[in-house]
Structures are given as C-alpha cells and as structure tokens.
C-alpha cells in the first residue's frame, strides 16, 4: 500500500458525490490492486458462530457490496467475512437521488437508497461463478417495494440462495421502504420466520447442506419489541440476531445534512446499537448468535460490541472516512487487546460489559 493512500483517496473519492464514489470504490476492488497491507492472521481471533468458522470477527455490512460483485476483495483487505446485499427477487432502481448525504461532521452518513440492486438472478450468477471459493459470503435479503407479498420475496430468496450463501440474513430494518419494519411486529414476525425457516430447511434436506438464518433488526425498538422479536427468534430456532441497521433518530447530529430523511449510519449509532445488541443477548441467552453493528470505527469499539454481547461486528460507514486500510487495522488492533488481556480467544471478552451496556437508556 502506498503511504498515505487513505488520506489521499478520501480526498479524492470526497470530490464526488457519495453514490459516484461508492462506484469508484467498487471499481478500485474489482482490479485486483492492492489496497490495504496483508491482513494479521490471530488464531486468538477465529470465532465459531453458528456452525461456522470466522477467521475473525470483523465483517462487511451489507450496502456496500449490493450486487455481489467484490466479496473476495473484500475479504482480501482484513475482514473475516462479507455480507452482500440487499438482494430482491426483481430489479429495482430504489428512490430518487439524491439518496446519501455525508455527515463528515458527526462521521455518519444518511441514506434513503431503498434497496436498489440488480435483482436475485445477477445476484445468484456471481455467487455461482465464485463456487468452491473459500471466505465466509452471507447474503442478505429483501422485498421489492412494490411487491404483493412481501413473505413470498423473503422466501424466494432463501430458496435461491441457501445452496450458495455461507450464511442469510432477513432484512426487514431498513427505514426506506415503505411499511417494511412492520415486519418486525410480532404476529408478522412469527409469520415470516416460519417461513424462511421452513423455506431453509426443504433447502437443507434437497442438499444436505445447512445454511443458519440471521434477522438483522432495527434499532429503533421499544423494551417490548425487543421481547417480542426474541421470543420468535427461540421459538423459530433462528440461529442469530444482527444489531442493528440504521436508525431514524436525530440526536446530537450537528451537520447541515442531518434533517435529510432516511437512515443514519456512522458514529452517532455506536451508542443506541449497543444497548440494544445487550439487550437482545440477555434475552437470547448465551447459544444464539449476534452481530454487532453500528459506529465501529476502531478496535476498541469493535471490542466494546463483544463485551456488550456480540460474537462477530460489522463496519460499512466508517470505511468511507477511513479507507481500504481500517480493516487491517481493526483486526490488529483486536490482536493487540486479546494479547493486552491475556486472552487466549476473542470470545472470552464476550459479556464481559454486559451490565454496563444493558443499564444505558434506548
């Protein structure tokens, strides 16, 4: 990696608008070039998760990668996994731009995209090209804005996607389609999970092969959402949670940006994410999987997720300030606190803030 390779792409990448950079960013990985310097590689690091090995737990959010087009780069600069997606059974081009704003201010970013990718069969030939590669690839799903049955699009990707998909994720989080997060109440709920689960679990006797089902939620849920959703969750035998996506919160945002609508990812989440993700494990207890996701932005913060609760961490926002280099550095800087505290794994850091993050306010 060139010195100052970050510094000098941010600026560079920052003289477009954020989608037009986001296209940019995709095409740099697609050459093949090296990016970032060659990631640590810690067995202290590696995490079993629901039947699944992880190099570390360090993992790209879905938004980044829509369509499936770079997982290996991705892989290849430091993170222990990638999650594509939001995938949808038809094409379709998401809300009118402009649709994300950065937030350099607050280190956060809004979008309002609305699940705009190219549809589950451009999705599914890439992951086809890339069969018998290593890497954990998990596939997040959604529905099409305009469908008529929103369960059906859930399940339809489960059954496309489960023979390929290290892992699924059920997106029903995200604030920008239109009646989306109605999902997540309890009757609905029950009904989608049983679905999907069902839809998995046909996959599973046609091939053999075992396929675990997270439900990536929002963070924008009251006490009682939050026992409702774990209480499907036990009950379906869904393998894991992620915590969370974006939220619709406008607290302590100071750029000129902060009233656009949609989403906020970044820095200003890290807080109410992480309250949320101890809550979900005390209620989850200690066998079921989460994701932390929100405002990881360093090692520390990455560490600060797992003593909350969560067994793996996501970035997506962070990188756009940060560049290509954050991964490496975040997995070297966890190897760091493993080796600080005489840890002889990463997952016995797990809970050990539990309390801490369970008494902060959401």
């Not at 099409?144 to 059906?152: K, Q």
């Not at 997720?305 to 940060?322: E, F, H, N, P, W």
């Not at 190897?335 to 997952?347: F, G, K, N, P």
Request: aromatic share 4%; glycine share 10%; proline share 5%.
């Amino acid at each position: 990696m060139i010195p100052g390779f970050d510094r000098i792409g941010q600026r560079l990448l920052f003289a477009f608008d954020p989608e037009t950079a986001h296209g940019i960013s995709l095409s740099a990985l697609k050459t093949g070039l090296p990016l970032a310097c060659t990631p640590v590689t810690d067995q202290r690091l590696a995490v079993r998760v629901a039947g699944l090995e992880f190099a570390n737990p360090l993992g790209m959010a879905a938004g980044f990668d829509k369509n499936g087009e770079v997982p290996d780069a991705l892989i290849g600069l430091g993170f222990g996994h990638a999650e594509i997606g939001t995938v949808t059974p038809l094409p379709q081009t998401g809300n009118a731009k402009p649709r994300i704003f950065r937030l350099e201010e607050d280190q956060a970013v809004i979008n309002r995209l609305g699940f705009n990718n190219e549809g589950h069969q451009a999705c599914l030939r890439r992951l086809r090209h890339r069969s018998g590669r290593t890497g954990i690839v998990g596939v997040n799903i959604g529905a099409n804005r305009d469908s008529a049955d929103r369960i059906a699009d859930y399940r339809a990707g489960v059954e496309l996607f489960a023979p390929l998909a290290t892992y699924l994720t059920v997106n029903i989080s995200s604030p920008n389609t239109p009646g989306l997060r109605d999902l997540q109440a309890r009757a609905s709920l029950a009904e989608l999970l049983a679905a999907v689960r069902d839809a998995r679990d046909a996959q599973r006797q046609k091939s053999g092969r075992n396929t675990p089902i997270f439900l990536k939620i929002a963070p924008d849920l009251t006490e009682a959402d939050l026992d409702d959703i774990a209480a499907e969750v036990l009950d379906n035998g869904i393998e894991g949670v992620i915590v969370s996506n974006t939220t619709l919160a406008r607290e302590r945002l100071s750029s000129r940006h902060a009233k656009e609508a949609g989403g906020v990812s970044g820095k200003p989440l890290f807080e109410r994410s992480t309250a949320v993700l101890a809550r979900m494990r005390r209620r989850l207890g200690p066998d079921v999987a989460i994701i932390g996701v929100g405002g990881v932005d360093c090692a520390e913060a990455a560490a600060e997720k797992i003593r909350a609760g969560a067994d793996l961490v996501q970035l997506y926002t962070s990188m756009i300030y940060a560049g290509p280099s954050l991964p490496g550095k975040i997995v070297k800087g966890l190897a760091t606190i493993v080796a600080r505290e005489r840890l002889t794994s990463i997952s016995q850091m797990r809970d050990t803030a539990l309390e801490k993050w369970e008494a902060v306010a959401i």
